[in-house]
């Protein structure tokens, strides 16, 4: 497979109205329909083979063009594929979401750039998508601890391409998804350029195919044979958006005691089977069970009428000033035990970067309160008869995070975690993809517990066998594997990511000198 594209600025290159998509308002209007054809691939709508679909139309608005043109186009396809996939920001509020969209797209302006360059190349398919896996791990890291949501492969939380994260992770997922619709955009191109239907078009076409389909030949890890049954409590909140809690904390709490105790009932009736352990989700008590005796005497009246260890997601004062997002064991016996604090805090909202210059430019910042510390310990907390990796929340979406906690011995995994700010918005089933791949990723069962849904239990293969719906209260007993075999992608850990970003770099690296070498 080779297709050489040199730069239209040099004198052998193709004028650029001559291409059948050369026009600019034409490549603009191919650069915002991909970005749209990719949206339609992640949760709610879940269209998962528009991924690639979506990667091919953004390629081929840049192809060719200039490196000024190019990474307006590129932001225009960011803007467009960003503004409905993080339209779950606007409950913050509109100025918020779209600050939020500018300066994330901005990455995809980046991207477009090294794209034109490495179109240049042999091969540019293949680094084409190594720049993929490069730009999803920088927007991951920067600014401001980065914001790795709506990478590809949280696009295809159950599809063929979703075994491939056993192999390498979430960026290998990325990969093979940017690497089909790259081949998709090179047998468009080689047609539009008035080339045959000859060898080199076909096997590039089939390519496009096979990547997919080779996610059936991943193998999968067998059942082990041991299980641990867990109690779901889902509360739900008194208010919405902001003000979920409705100035009422106590509230929400006896909510998810109140399902407790409808288990508890349910269990003594023979409705359901008596858990092992009980999990409440993130804020499921904002008011601090050390120091508040209402809050201690609710969480211990549930734990000893279930009879088991609660994992509580609890938000506990931390010295005069700060605050901290733990997941804490209540026994029924023994009381507050182990914790897992919240390491990957969520900026704006759990504390707030740059704290003097944002709190006195904005009042709404001042909505954070108490300002949160993370933690430093991984989310393996031993509870009943496992121990389990706990993850909080927006920690679902950091490779790193996840993968320490399976590391540590955690299994199943346990996402505790918050939505009643964006309830009925495309964030929870965003959330419950991640959840997906992480089961597949790990080989390990998912349980998550939110506060106004949507909680879960996901199968290992990523399936998800129960859940519930959105802003209402909810419980369930489900039985779930314990499995302690890990994939090559727990194993190997950031290898894959690294070698594919390195590629691509190295890629853009050869297209620049070969630039410098022809002028």
């Known amino acids: 497979m080779a297709l050489e594209v040199k730069d239209e600025t040099s004198p052998a290159a193709p004028v650029e109205h001559r291409r059948p998509w050369g026009h600019p308002l034409l490549r603009l209007a191919v650069s915002v329909a991909g970005g749209l054809v ?19 139309l953004l390629a081929l608005a840049v192809h060719g063009t200039r490196l000024r043109r190019a990474a307006w186009l590129g932001f225009a396809g960011g803007l ?33 750039c090294l794209t034109v360059l490495v179109m240049r190349l042999r091969l540019w398919p293949l680094w084409l998508a190594c720049l993929w896996v490069a730009q999803e791990w920088a927007r991951g890291t920067f600014p401001i601890g980065g914001f790795p949501w709506v990478r590809l492969a949280f696009s295809q939380g159950q599809s063929p391409f979703t075994p491939f994260a ?30 045959r239907w000859n060898r080199v078009v076909a096997v590039a076409l089939a390519g496009a195919i096979a990547v997919p389909l080779l996610g059936f030949a991943v193998p999968r890890p067998g059942d082990e044979g041991k299980t641990v049954s867990i109690g779901i409590i889902q509360g739900n909140v008194p208010g919405r958006g902001m003000d979920f809690l409705g100035n009422q904390p106590s509230v929400v709490l006896q909510n998810h005691a109140d399902e407790t105790h409808k288990m508890a009932e349910a269990v003594r009736a023979g409705k359901l089977a008596k858990p092992d352990i009980v999990v409440w989700p993130e804020n499921s008590t904002d008011l601090d069970p050390y120091q508040s005796e209402f809050a201690r005497e609710v969480i211990d009246s549930a734990a000893k009428d279930i009879g088991v260890p609660i994992l509580v997601g609890a938000v506990v004062n931390v010295g005069d000033a700060n605050r901290a997002t733990r997941g804490l064991v209540w026994d029924p016996v023994t009381g507050p035990g182990a914790y897992y604090d919240k390491r990957k805090l969520v900026p704006f909202g759990e504390y707030t ?12 910042a001042n909505l954070v309160g108490r300002q949160s510390v993370a933690g430093n310990v991984p989310g393996a907390l031993k509870i009943g008869p496992v121990t389990i990796g706990a993850v909080e929340c927006y920690e679902v979406a950091f ?15 346990v996402v505790q975690t918050n939505n009643a700010t964006y309830a009925l918005t495309n964030l929870p089933p965003q959330q419950l993809a991640m959840s997906q791949l992480r089961a597949v990723e790990f080989n390990r069962a ?5 506060t ?4 879960a239990y996901v199968a290992p293969t990523g399936k998800v066998e129960w859940r519930t719906g959105e802003l209402v209260p909810g419980m369930n007993v489900v039985k779930v594997p314990v499995r302690t075999g890990n994939t090559l ?10 070698i594919l970003i390195l590629m691509g770099a190295g890629a853009v690296a050869m297209a620049i000198y070969a630039a410098r070498r022809q002028s």
Do not use: H
């Open 38 to 56: 990719l949206y339609l691939a992640f949760p709610p709508i879940g269209l998962w083979f528009c991924a690639p679909l979506g990667v091919a």
């Open 80 to 112: 467009a594929f960003l503004l409905p996939a993080l339209a779950w920001v606007r409950p913050i509020g509109d100025d918020a979401w779209t600050a939020l969209v500018a300066i994330e797209s901005l990455f995809w302006a980046a991207l477009a």
């Open 166 to 195: 056993s192999l390498g992770g979430a960026p290998f997922v990325g990969f093979m998804v940017a690497l089909s619709g790259a081949l998709l955009c090179y047998v468009v191109i080689r047609l539009a350029q008035g080339a």
């Open 353 to 364: 970067p740059f704290k003097s210059i944002v709190l006195a430019l904005s009042k709404r």
């Open 399 to 413: 490779d790193g995070v996840v993968r320490d906690a399976v590391d540590a011995g955690g299994t199943p995994l």
């Open 446 to 450: 998912v349980v998550t517990a939110a």
């Open 452 to 455: 106004t849904g949507i909680s």
């Open 489 to 498: 992608a727990s194993k190997v850990g950031a290898i894959p990511e690294w």
